[in-house]
């Protein structure tokens, strides 16, 4: 009987005990699920919200129209009657619409350029659309792209010119600040969400005493539109790249020291390269126009998708907007040869871009922060996003990724990411391919690569490369890995690093790839 009793308590007690530890477990397991290594510091500066969106569209269209599409000239003198303004078709849904279908996720209109001339009826000046033929003077072209852009869910930019060469009071500083930032308030109150504001210094001859306040019409502008990113050669939140090609430095970091660039006195090294040790992130929007003038000339024609191409590589595969002027015509639409040659380039684009080539590729990495399978796995970097991304085992100093393609691939064209939300890193870096003796050899090398890299090179076949990061300012984190083939570029020198590769032991490589794109 006691022996039985004994039996049942024991039984009692190793249930109770099992129960405890099954409960043990799943507690334990849930409470490592909820508390994953830790992620990377992020190193300053970093992205606002705004600029996150900012980068991940890549692509803007610029849009010059005004007196001058009338005129044939580029900066109007501010004396071309109103009645000059006079385009018979313009459709605002036309040109948001060629912007979608052609990958364009932002349009920047030029809502007054240097002439003065407005493309809103605003109640400032009688120099605008409502002194017009247009529409009976009824018109408003802000308000149609406004219109436009939010049925196609696209952003809106505007350039508000500082140099109006119309107005009487431009000269008299403080008249024409109050009365540029009336004309800034009405941009800014009466046609939804604005996504950029476009500024120059531009400045008459002999006006070298006029001044603009520049920090009070950024307040204005922060105040009225929180969501607007400011563009000007000095920021305040994108800067201009130093040129008018659209050209980004090879070496180009988003971190940036507004105090060290002047709005209108452009340090263009500065500009196109920016700064590693800089303290805003200010990154590099780079403009140009798909035809010689920013106006539309009848005499003029648009560049070939090729040369937008090779713009591409040199913009956004450097870490930057490529903001691409398409002006319309002055019937007041985007005329047929630039919607050829803008869909050409989406075609070329889409062929290169969207197959990653090393999509199935097998991934290795020197570490892993927190061991293999861990939220920071090297597989992350497959995935088409900023926000995985692989991150190696703290207090590393060598970094490495080996990729193994699994048959072999040819290709020419590398594209890199880091998720930059957690700030621009890496300082340098070099590619390396495998031959056929089994040699390693530098294929090509690199400084920075921030939201997105695109190197170009002389083609290669090979099973085998490996990402080596040779300088970061903190541990070195990428998000993503891809390998494509472009056959449409050519290099402009055939001067491949293959040739001068030695043995494993002897890599020889360039100082910078600069010549290769
Ligand atoms: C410059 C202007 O002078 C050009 O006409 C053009 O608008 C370009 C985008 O900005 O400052």
Redesign the pocket.
């Given at each position: 009987m006691l022996n039985n009793r004994k039996q049942r308590d024991l039984q009692v007690a190793l249930t109770y005990t099992i129960i405890i530890l099954t409960l043990t477990t799943i507690v334990s397991v849930s409470v490592s699920v909820q508390h994953p290594t830790a992620a990377p510091l992020p190193v300053l500066p970093i992205p606002t919200a705004r600029h996150l969106q900012w980068h991940q569209s890549e692509l803007a269209m610029?849009l010059?129209f005004g007196t001058n599409t009338f005129t044939d000239s580029?900066?109007g003198d501010g004396a071309a009657p109103p009645s000059t303004f006079s385009p018979d078709s313009l459709d605002a849904r036309q040109w948001a619409t060629v912007a979608l279908s052609a990958g364009f996720r932002r349009l920047l209109l030029?809502a007054k350029?240097?002439d003065g001339f407005c493309l809103w009826p605003s109640n400032y000046t009688d120099y605008s659309v409502k002194a017009s033929p247009w529409r009976g003077g009824s018109g408003d072209v802000v308000r149609d792209l406004a219109i436009a852009v939010k049925e196609l869910r696209l952003e809106l930019g505007l350039?508000l010119?500082p140099w109006d060469r119309h107005q009487d009071c431009y000269g008299q500083t403080l008249e024409y600040n109050q009365f540029y930032l009336a004309q800034m308030t009405e941009l800014l109150t009466r046609y939804g969400d604005i996504k950029e504001i476009?500024l120059?210094g531009?400045k008459g001859e002999g006006e070298k005493d006029m001044e603009y306040f520049f920090d009070v019409w950024f307040n204005m502008i922060h105040q009225l539109q929180p969501g607007a990113l400011i563009f000007s050669d000095a920021g305040p939140d994108l800067r201009w790249v130093g040129d008018?090609a659209g050209v980004a430095g090879s070496t180009c970091w988003s971190p940036f020291n507004t105090s060290a660039a002047k709005i209108g006195d452009v340090d263009t090294q500065y500009a196109r390269e920016g700064d590693e040790l800089g303290q805003e992130w200010v990154p590099a929007e780079c403009?140009v126009s798909i035809r010689p003038g920013?106006f539309w000339h009848p005499s003029e024609a648009p560049k070939s998708a090729h040369t937008l191409l090779d713009i591409y590589y040199k913009s956004v595969g450097r870490n930057c907007l490529l903001l691409l002027?398409v002006p319309p015509n002055s019937s007041g639409l985007i005329s047929p040869e630039d919607i050829q040659v803008l869909l050409e380039f989406s075609e070329l684009l889409s062929s290169i871009f969207s197959k990653n080539l090393a999509e199935r590729a097998m991934i290795t990495a020197s570490s892993t922060r927190g061991g293999g399978d861990s939220l920071f796995d090297v597989s992350n970097v497959l995935e088409e996003t900023i926000y995985t991304y692989w991150a190696p085992a703290e207090g590393q100093s060598d970094w490495m990724l080996h990729v193994d393609l699994k048959k072999k691939v040819k290709f020419n064209v590398l594209q890199l990411q880091e998720p930059i939300q957690l700030g621009q890193r890496i300082i340098s870096f070099h590619v390396d391919c495998l031959n056929d003796k089994g040699e390693w050899h530098t294929m090509v090398d690199g400084t920075t690569i921030g939201y997105k890299r695109l190197l170009l090179f002389s083609e290669v076949e090979t099973r085998h490369l490996r990402l080596v990061i040779d300088q970061a300012r903190a541990d070195p984190l990428i998000s993503f890995f891809g390998v494509h083939l472009d056959p449409y570029s050519k290099m402009t020198k055939d001067d491949s690093m293959l040739k001068r590769t030695k043995n494993p032991q002897q890599i020889e490589r360039s100082d910078s790839i600069s010549y290769f794109i």
């Open positions: 610029f010059h580029e900066w030029t350029h240097h350039y010119s476009f120059d531009a008018e403009d920013w002027n």
